[in-house]
């Protein structure tokens, strides 16, 4: 039977994520090359001051407290001191904790503080860390929920299961910080997050995303149609002022049918939006250039693997002229390579990273192959005896940037942390920093379409390149005279630099010196930074929903004082789902 909690909508709950700080060694799991950043993690994490900083919100536990009718706080990015605090000071009734595999031992810290300062409360274990092995021995918790979480908690608090999904309105990063320097955040300027689904249906052997949700043919659609899409989308942008969309879905547009609907619907209404998705290079192909363009899809995430990958996700795609073509209309794109297939061996491994970097997309990350416990590839490797013990591999550096946690039968052990790094060394030697091939990108997208007959199109080319004479034109002279001063030309900053002056004229002519000086100086202050081994957190956020909110004003509990963010989140209910 279905676990229901006594108290039902009138529970008190706390959801919180793992505790940090993240981007340091310690002993419960932290890694200092483990930071809670995105593009520093595992994508610019070798460009050094170019690299790309920035945050993104535990977005699962977002989705969730948007769907809880029962007083609910959010607690996100706590201090290990931070969660006793309010384990102290607020009593709960249920109490969720959200993580992956590698942060284990910190979810196990999380359940036993809470043993310890609130002995009454049921602990509810969710997200990837649920697939961890024992995982039941190691954690103390009473529930632990493998799958989707906001269906589990309306059953748990006897809410319907099955009413429309509301969506949080929240903007999909925070903190965000390049050259050194952290550009004021206008309203609007950064994108919403946008959550279509959970799972992919494809169930390539490795993926823990689409085994978490069911594997191969399976997935959760939170929005069925288009047009229930559109609802939440148009609802989010009256909310946040936004323009553009981080859609974190693993494969939007393999939802044709959903994705057509909400172009059909965006053009009707006249909206201009961005929107930045992850998709396979399969379905990629199967849009039509102006489909995706009218889409406004402007940025994409997407898997490379090698030339004869097994995938059928890449079967019978040229990924390197999809990517080139893409680019040419404006589309950036981030590639993804895993090093360590099956397949690899030390002497092709050159040959593997060449192939990657002949793609020259504007961002790349490179991951180690991983059989992650709950996926095929881990069942397969567990059958062969081919893993890792815990004694020869931490659970915390399972995170894919430093060692296999399997014997390669190829490659020797260590071995891969090295090729790791070259090949992110190599795609910053051939292409360059990110931020300059982005910017190329956008130019192509503005030149091909800026006098486009769509007025909708037209809109979106002009916002997305709106800083093209100022901050762009400065970034790419503050880089040139970067690399100058360190004894290096970079031709393709020189000529991109001349073309940004021939295209926006005596703005950018005037400008890129006066911004870039400014620029160049940042840098200069946060190579410093970085040399002294600086690292960055994430802020602590606390919001609450509004029952909890009522209920906090009826208590008049005071406030606490100090550098978190304390606020209640907008949600969206979508009008048809
Ligand atoms: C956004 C993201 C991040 C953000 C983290 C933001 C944050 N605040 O946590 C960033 C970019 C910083 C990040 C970092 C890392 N990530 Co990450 N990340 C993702 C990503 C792309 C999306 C997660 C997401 O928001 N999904 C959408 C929400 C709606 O789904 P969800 O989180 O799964 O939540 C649902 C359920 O799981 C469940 N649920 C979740 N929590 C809880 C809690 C309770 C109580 C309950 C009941 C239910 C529940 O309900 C939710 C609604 O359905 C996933 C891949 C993916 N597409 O899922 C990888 C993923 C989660 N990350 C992963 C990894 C490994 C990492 C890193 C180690 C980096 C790396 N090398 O990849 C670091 C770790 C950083 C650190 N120090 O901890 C792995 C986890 C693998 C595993 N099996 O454990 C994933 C699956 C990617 C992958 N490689 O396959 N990540
Ligand atoms: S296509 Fe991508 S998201 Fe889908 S199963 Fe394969 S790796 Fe996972």
Not at 438 to 450: P, V
Not at 498 to 516: D, H, I, S
Request: proline share 5%; charged share 20%.
């Amino acid at each position: 039977m279905f676990p229901t909690h006594p108290l039902g909508k009138h529970a008190k709950i706390l959801l919180s994520s793992v505790f940090g700080p993240y981007a340091q060694d310690d002993a419960f799991g932290s890694r200092t090359i483990n930071p809670m950043e995105l593009y520093h993690n595992q994508v610019t994490r070798f460009q050094g001051v170019f690299s790309l900083r920035m945050f993104h919100r535990s977005f699962g536990l977002l989705l969730m407290q948007a769907n809880i009718d029962a007083p609910c706080t959010l607690l996100d990015f706590p201090t290990r001191e931070r969660f006793i605090a309010e384990l102290q000071e607020t009593s709960y009734d249920i109490i969720g904790i959200s993580g992956i595999i590698p942060n284990i031992r910190k979810v196990a810290e999380m359940c036993r503080l809470v043993r310890l300062h609130q002995p009454k409360a049921t602990i509810v274990v969710g997200g990837h860390v649920t697939n961890a092995v024992d995982v039941e021995r190691i954690v103390d918790a009473d529930h632990f929920v493998k799958g989707d979480g906001v269906a589990w908690f309306r059953r748990f608090l006897g809410q319907d299961p099955k009413a429309p999904v509301r969506h949080p309105a929240v903007y999909s990063g925070f903190g965000m910080r390049i050259l050194g320097y952290s550009p004021k955040e206008k309203p609007g300027d950064t994108a919403a997050i946008l959550m279509p689904s959970v799972g992919c249906p494809v169930g390539c052997n490795f993926c823990s995303t689409s085994a978490l949700f069911g594997g191969k043919g399976h997935f959760i659609n939170f929005y069925e149609t288009g047009d229930a899409l559109f609802d939440v989308m148009h609802q989010i942008e009256g909310k946040l002022g936004v323009q553009s969309f981080f859609v974190l879905d693993e494969n939007f547009l393999l939802h044709r049918k959903r994705a057509l609907r909400l172009l059909e619907l965006m053009q009707q209404h006249d909206k201009s939006w961005s929107l930045y998705v992850f998709s396979s290079a399969r379905v990629l192909e199967s849009y039509d250039i102006e489909q995706l363009v009218g889409l406004g899809v402007s940025w994409v995430w997407m898997g490379l693997e090698g030339d004869n990958a097994a995938y059928p996700k890449l079967r019978h795609v040229d990924t390197r002229s999809l990517v080139k073509k893409l680019q040419s209309h404006g589309i950036r794109v981030l590639g993804s390579t895993i090093i360590g297939l099956e397949e690899h061996r030390p002497e092709d491994m050159q040959a593997v990273i060449d192939y990657a970097v002949s793609h020259a997309t504007d961002f790349h990350q490179f991951m180690l192959y991983t059989p992650n416990p709950g996926t095929q590839l881990y069942e397969k490797h567990k059958a062969e005896g081919s893993l890792l013990s815990p004694d020869e591999i931490d659970i915390a550096d399972t995170h894919g940037q430093y060692r296999f946690s399997f014997r390669h039968p190829h490659i020797p052990a260590g071995w891969e942390t090295q090729f790791l790094a070259e090949a992110f060394q190599r795609d910053f030697e051939v292409n360059g920093p990110s931020l300059a091939r982005l910017i190329r990108t956008q130019m192509e997208g503005w030149k091909r379409y800026r006098n486009h007959p769509d007025a909708r199109i037209r809109r979106r080319i002009a916002w997305e390149n709106r800083s093209m004479a100022t901050t762009y034109a400065g970034a790419v002279w503050a880089m040139q005279h970067w690399f100058k001063q360190h004894g290096k030309s970079v031709p393709q900053l020189e000529s991109l630099l001349t073309e940004m002056k021939t295209l926006f004229g005596w703005q950018a002519r005037a400008l890129a010196p006066v911004v870039g000086m400014r620029l160049l100086l940042s840098m200069r202050a946060e190579d410093r930074r970085l040399r002294e081994g600086k690292t960055y957190e994430p802020t602590t956020f606390l919001e609450k929903n509004p029952p909890a909110i009522a209920l906090e004003q009826a208590q008049a509990v005071k406030s606490r004082a100090g550098s978190e963010i304390r606020r209640a989140l907008p949600v969206v209910t979508p009008v048809m789902a």
